[in-house]
């Protein structure tokens, strides 16, 4: 199968590298798009106000692999290889953005550049993985990668041809074993999260905090990662308010990659 590889943490993130050679060690072909800077944060963004240069990188080892450095967002990435590189030519049949440095829990997802990226995908019909590891994790990136490419055959059982998954390693696995569980998206904010800055006569605010996790019953992602599970959570792109619509009388119609319920 052909994957195609992006992340929010740059095309020399070790968590990609190591994505890239165990999913290759497999018999996958591999394909990359990633920016060519860190990312993070930026969810969905889609830069239109000036050019975006894209360059061949071959930063991969001894791994075959068709690679893409692009001086945008993950969303940059997807799109312009999907709609001006391969152009339906030779699609791939999976998209992982990952593995990122830190975890994407809970409302984290709304501003994760890693899940970004993988919702991009999504949208083309291609099913897609946003992959994290939490920044204090015992486990190395490459053996989250390990650990993934052997489950990969599993999402595809469970998710079909069809889904969009947000896969969240834990700080310690539980009992020393990868369990991977399905779970809902928890609640997360950050405390203090604005540090003030005054240097040079200007007024600067950096964002920072502490993370302040919430009203999460025991099915949540921010749970199920605490007792040392594999958390996957099923995402969807369709953000319409359905039993408000229905109240009114109104019954939605969906297509493609919108919820049905």
Known sequence: ???????DDGVGAPGLHALVEALAARGNKIAVVAPATEQSGMAHALTVHRDIEVR?????GNVAAEA??????????????LE?????????GLIISGVNKGANLGTDVLYSGTVGGAL????????????????????????????????????FKEGGDDFFLNVNFPK???????????????????????????????????????????????????????????????????????PSLRARGIIPRFSGRLAES
């Open 84 to 92: 001006a590189i391969a152009k339906r030519i030779d699609w791939p």
């Open 172 to 242: 310690e696995l539980r009992n020393g074993k990868a369990e991977f569980v399905w779970a809902s998206l928890g609640h997360r904010d950050y405390l203090n999260a604005f540090d003030r800055i005054e240097r040079d006569g200007k007024l600067f605010y950096h964002i920072g905090g502490e993370i302040y996790d919430w009203d999460n019953d025991e099915d949540t992602d921010i749970c199920r990662t605490a007792e040392g599970f594999v958390a996957v959570t099923p995402l969807i792109v369709d953000m319409t308010d359905v």
């Open 68 to 81: 893409w450095s692009i001086d945008g967002t993950p969303t940059d990435c997807v799109k312009i290889y």
């Open 56 to 60: 061949a990188d071959g930063g991969f």
């Open 1 to 7: 199968m052909k994957i195609l590889l992006t992340n």
């Open 120 to 155: 991009e995908g999504y949208m083309h019909g291609i099913p897609a993985v946003a992959l994290s590891l939490d920044v204090h994790s015992s486990l190395s990136f490459e053996e989250t990668a390990a650990i993934f490419a052997e489950k990969l055959p599993w999402l």
